[in-house]
């Protein structure tokens, strides 16, 4: 299984600013993905990062909010722009093919206030 | 499209009383399933998966988990609760050959001494 590290593990931050989540892989993985969980609710997919290609998008979800980026095979960052407390959640990044299962990050908490 | 049902957002057992997390899902096509625990401030781990063959699926932790296809359930069972159980559990679904899952709204389970 990969291992999969997040900076920052939490910030505070405040609404109108932005934030760059970091996530790192410690082998090269084709697919990336990046995942919303907020306050006592489930997982959400954001969108979806393959190295070379445009960030696929889910439904709610739009770029100039959430870009991605995924310069290589072990690295992607997601940046939550102009922040509202609605932006508070977990954000997690995983890593995964389509013949296995995925593997999540520790996640980042983020407190907008 | 997929989607997953958890029934019960809630669960408490006694140490050492059976363990019964309920998941049923939705997909047009063979579904890949998948069940992840989250501890407290952590990450989501892989329980375990069913992708294809035997149907009774073993994991981590003493968990497994039956897909019974006739009812399209994949419901995650452990004989003997342990207090370190305590966490959230999420079921997630993920159609063959598709990228994304899709998870459900998570059970919390908490075990009583």
């Known amino acids: 299984s990969a291992v999969i590290s997040q900076k920052p593990s939490r910030d505070i931050c405040q609404r109108g600013t932005s934030l760059t989540i970091q996530c790192q892989v410690d082998s090269q993985v084709t697919m990336m993905f990046w995942y919303r969980q907020q306050p006592g609710q489930s997982l959400t997919l954001i969108a979806t990062?393959?190295?070379?290609?445009?960030?696929?998008?889910e439904s709610g979800f739009v770029i100039d909010k959430f870009p991605i980026s995924r310069p290589n095979l072990t690295f992607s960052t997601l940046t939550v722009s102009n922040m509202s407390p609605e932006d508070s959640s977990i954000y997690l990044c995983?890593?995964?093919?389509?013949?296995?299962?995925?593997?999540f990050g520790p996640g980042t908490r983020l407190t907008v206030t | 499209a997929q989607s997953v049902t958890q029934l019960g957002s809630h669960v408490s057992v006694s140490e050492g009383a059976l363990v019964l997390l309920r998941c049923n899902y939705s997909s047009s096509v063979p579904p890949y399933l998948f069940w992840y625990v989250q501890y407290p401030n952590q990450g989501l781990q892989l329980l375990l998966k069913?992708?294809?063959?035997?149907?009774l699926v073993k994991g981590i932790n003493g968990f497994e988990a039956e897909f019974k296809k006739s009812e399209t359930s994949f419901h995650l069972t452990k004989p003997s609760a342990h207090m370190s159980d305590a966490a959230e559990y999420f079921c997630a679904v993920r159609a063959e050959g598709a990228q994304k899952l899709v998870f459900g709204q998570g059970t919390r389970l908490t075990i009583n001494p």
């Open positions: 069913y992708t294809t063959g035997a149907t």
């Open positions: 995983s890593v995964g093919d389509r013949l296995s299962e995925q593997y």
């Open positions: 990062a393959n190295q070379g290609s445009e960030a696929t998008y």
